[in-house]
């Protein structure tokens, strides 16, 4: 006799007690334009990654706020904003609608969106009801009223407070900016930075494109042994190469 499955939970709306901020770097960042790879501009990459946190004690937002500042000093892309690339855009400038465009980040520090909400239930109803992921939990990150793809900022957080004084921590974060590596990384510095304020970022991320930005134009520097093209009538050592083919019956095995 098998046991009935736990009743899944229905998460309520969260309350939103303020508008939601901008957390923008703490020091100045480099301003210009970083260019995404081929790989990381594809097509079926472009949407945001959820993470979801369940905390039985929660953390200080103003705490969480400052070192999240900090540590986008370090990875200040995610402060910066998607566009598609100047050289791309259409006459009329509305190049937001068309996902055929290639896209570039704006490091233009405007910062990453922090919203601070309240649910009424408590870590331990979650635990307990929400064994199983469901579309209700979508409620726990803050929807962004953008017309298009490249109005969400790259980085969206948000900070649920709970009845019994703990937290859900909710992060939405750009997959054309962070893969699973960086956004690992990322999320650690700002754990650290958070755990310890005087502490510093173990690991220093690397913005720098010119390793996968292809040359304009294509320059070829070196010989690709399978690009290259041979004769097809000499062999290695220019003699010329005879073809013989050997038909084997069933009587002759």
Same mark, same amino acid.
């Given at each position: 006799?098998?046991?009935?499955?736990?009743?899944?939970?229905?998460?309520?709306?969260?309350?939103?007690?303020?508008?939601?901020?901008?957390?923008? +770097?703490?020091?100045? =960042?480099?301003?210009? =334009?970083?260019?995404?790879?081929?790989? @990381? &501009?594809?097509?079926?990459?472009?949407?945001?990654?959820?993470?979801?946190?369940?905390?039985?004690?929660?953390?200080?937002?103003?705490?969480? $706020?400052?070192?999240?500042?900090?540590?986008?000093?370090?990875?200040?892309? /995610?402060?910066?904003?998607?566009?598609?690339? $100047?050289?791309?855009?259409?006459?009329?400038?509305?190049? &937001?609608?068309?996902?055929?465009?290639?896209?570039?980040?704006?490091?233009? #520090?405007?910062?990453?969106?922090?919203?601070?909400?309240?649910? &009424?239930?408590?870590?331990?109803?979650?635990?307990?009801?929400?064994?199983?992921?469901?579309?209700?939990?979508?409620?726990?990150?803050? $929807?962004? @009223?953008?017309?298009?793809?490249?109005?969400?900022? +790259?980085?969206?957080?948000?900070? =649920?407070?709970?009845?019994?004084? #703990?937290?859900?921590?909710?992060?939405?974060?750009? %997959?054309?900016?962070?893969?699973?590596?960086?956004?690992?990384?990322?999320?650690?510095?700002?754990?650290?930075?958070?755990?310890?304020?005087?502490? %510093? !970022?173990?690991?220093?991320?690397?913005?720098?494109?010119?390793? /996968? $930005?292809?040359?304009? +134009? +294509?320059?070829? !520097?070196?010989? %690709?042994?399978?690009? =290259?093209?041979?004769?097809?009538?000499?062999?290695?050592?220019? %003699?010329?190469?005879?073809?013989?083919?050997?038909?084997?019956?069933?009587?002759?095995?």
């Amino acid at each position: 006799m098998t046991a009935n499955p736990k009743p899944s939970l229905e998460i309520p709306d969260c309350y939103y007690p303020n508008s939601p901020l901008r957390i923008r +770097p703490d020091s100045p =960042t480099p301003k210009h =334009t970083i260019c995404l790879s081929n790989l @990381d &501009d594809q097509k079926f990459l472009r949407f945001s990654i959820k993470y979801l946190y369940l905390y039985e004690k929660g953390v200080s937002v103003e705490r969480l $706020k400052l070192s999240l500042s900090r540590v986008l000093s370090e990875y200040y892309p /995610l402060a910066g904003r998607l566009r598609a690339c $100047k050289s791309q855009v259409g006459n009329d400038g509305d190049d &937001d609608n068309d996902q055929s465009n290639k896209l570039e980040v704006d490091c233009n #520090g405007e910062g990453a969106l922090f919203a601070e909400a309240f649910l &009424d239930l408590s870590a331990q109803e979650l635990l307990e009801f929400c064994d199983k992921p469901n579309r209700s939990w979508r409620k726990l990150i803050y $929807k962004v @009223d953008a017309h298009c793809f490249l109005d969400v900022p +790259p980085l969206v957080v948000q900070v =649920t407070n709970l009845r019994c004084g #703990g937290m859900i921590l909710c992060t939405s974060i750009n %997959h054309c900016l962070c893969d699973g590596i960086g956004t690992s990384q990322f999320l650690n510095a700002w754990a650290q930075l958070t755990a310890n304020p005087n502490s %510093h !970022t173990q690991i220093i991320p690397f913005h720098n494109r010119y390793v /996968l $930005k292809p040359r304009n +134009p +294509p320059q070829v !520097t070196f010989t %690709h042994p399978g690009f =290259t093209k041979s004769s097809p009538e000499s062999g290695e050592n220019g %003699h010329l190469a005879i073809n013989k083919l050997y038909l084997f019956t069933t009587a002759m095995s």
